[in-house]
């Protein structure tokens, strides 16, 4: 039987198009379940975010990103002795062969930091004598070499496209501590360390987004695990999904004082624009609980480091969002002003959060290759039938 679904009268151009019915087709797979999973579940009724067993926010502010990033690709906490192997380990991989670096230096002048860093993991991979096998020995490896490099390619990334000098790893430093310094060039103190850590920590894995989703789809034809990565990138750099972090601080920098948030948030909702930093898929309704950690994170900084008019801005911005779309603010919106507070280049928000995301990304592609099922959907066709030539 034809008929037109609810989905087809929505949408201008499905107006008046005929379709086969069948209730399981969900534009963009909205509460869809794409995949089994032991890594992670967003379980919006009780405001959690369950990470094999353990709440994200709870993890974020007692244990610190290295161990909740040797849970996910592992599947449990580290003892200390694990944990000194897993740091050593990754010492031993930070090294990047200053090949990438030099592909990343001949890019074009109008270079985006997430193509810079796309188009180093694709390099990354023609480096590894073992990039045809799936075995866990081997993903384990590889794991630990992406988690190792991130830090290095993104924060060179930026300096290599303003033609600063590359910042060599510090293995004295946590890996937090670390990071941070090869992007402002300081060493951080304990209290920026700890916001930088948690700011990882948060953003480390969050069930099933679009460049989550992207990864097992590519591991699914069982291609390698930096192509994966790569897909993912790609995914994470939109507006709608990881590059709204920067587009969040480009708008707080526009509005400049509490007094602007209103008049130019309601000029924008009157243009029916999206507000970056506003709403989900998935919490719709509810907040995100990682915003809320974040929120708090940067009441902490502004504490010590002043800016209290960057609080009250976010802070305004979220009342008038809340009175006026009934939208939370997400991750995005409170992570974007505690970069800044730590003194992260606006360019690198999104890279870094996709760094941060490596080891949730590289936890699931494992999982797939362990019980792997290759995705190929169908469509719900929409086009002519019975022309000729
Ligand atoms: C994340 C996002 C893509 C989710 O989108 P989605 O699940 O497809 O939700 P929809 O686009 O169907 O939006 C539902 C309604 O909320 C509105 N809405 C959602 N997010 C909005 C935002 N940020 N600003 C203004 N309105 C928004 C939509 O206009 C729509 O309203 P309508 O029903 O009156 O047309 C969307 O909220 C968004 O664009 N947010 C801004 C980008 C962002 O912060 N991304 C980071 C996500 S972690």
Redesign the pocket.
């Known amino acids: 039987m034809f008929f037109i679904t609810p989905y087809a009268e929505q949408h201008p151009l499905r107006k008046g198009v005929k379709r086969l019915a069948d209730n399981t087709y969900r534009p ?1 797979l ?1 509460g869809i379940i794409a995949t089994e999973t032991s890594l992670s579940y967003l379980d919006v009724e009780h405001e959690q975010i369950v990470i094999r067993g353990y709440d994200l926010i709870e993890l974020t502010t007692k244990v610190d990103y290295l161990r909740v990033a040797y849970l996910l690709v592992s599947g449990h906490l580290p003892s200390s002795e694990e944990y000194q192997t897993f740091i050593r380990q990754l010492n031993e991989f930070q090294s990047i062969p200053p090949e990438i670096y030099n592909i990343m230096g001949s890019l074009g002048k109008h270079v985006h930091l997430m193509d810079s860093l796309r188009t180093a993991l694709s390099a990354l991979a023609t480096f590894d004598p073992s990039l045809d096998r799936r075995d866990a020995d081997t993903t384990w490896r590889q794991s630990l070499m992406l988690l190792a490099t991130m830090p290095g390619i993104v924060a060179n990334s930026y300096h290599i496209k303003n033609h600063e000098p590359i910042i060599e790893p510090d293995p004295q430093l946590s890996y937090s501590a670390n990071f941070l310094k090869m992007i402002t060039g300081r060493v951080p103190d304990e209290i920026e360390t700890r916001a930088f850590d948690q700011l990882l920590t948060v953003y480390i894995e969050h069930e099933m ?1 679009n460049s989550t989703f992207s990864a097992i789809v590519i591991a699914s034809t069982l291609s390698d695990m930096y192509g994966a990565l790569v897909g993912a990138v790609a995914s994470l750099k939109g ?3 990881g590059g ?1 972090n920067e587009a ?1 601080m480009k708008m707080l920098l526009e509005m400049k004082t509490p007094e602007q948030v209103e008049p130019y948030l309601m000029a924008k ?1 009157a243009r029916k ?9 998935v919490y ?1 309704k509810k907040a995100d609980p990682r915003a809320m950690l974040m929120k708090e994170s940067l009441k902490q900084l502004v504490a010590i480091k002043g800016h209290a008019d960057l609080y009250d801005m976010c802070v305004k911005g979220e009342e008038v ?1 809340q009175r006026e ?1 009934g ?1 939370f603010p ?4 409170y992570a974007a002003p505690v970069y800044y507070l730590l003194d992260v280049p606006v360019d690198l928000y999104t890279p870094i959060f996709f760094a941060a995301r490596t080891a949730g990304l590289v936890a699931h592609v494992r999982e797939q290759y362990e019980h792997n099922r290759l995705f190929r959907p169908r469509v719900l066709y929409t086009g002519p039938r019975g022309l000729h030539p």
Do not use: C, Q, S, W
């Not at 624009?273 to 898929?281: L, N, P, Q, V, Y």
């Not at 997400?330 to 919106?333: E, M, S």
């Open positions: 963009g909205e987004p507006t709608l999904h709204a969040v909702l624009e999206r507000i970056m930093g506003f709403g989900h898929r719709m969002m779309k939208l997400n991750l995005d919106y």
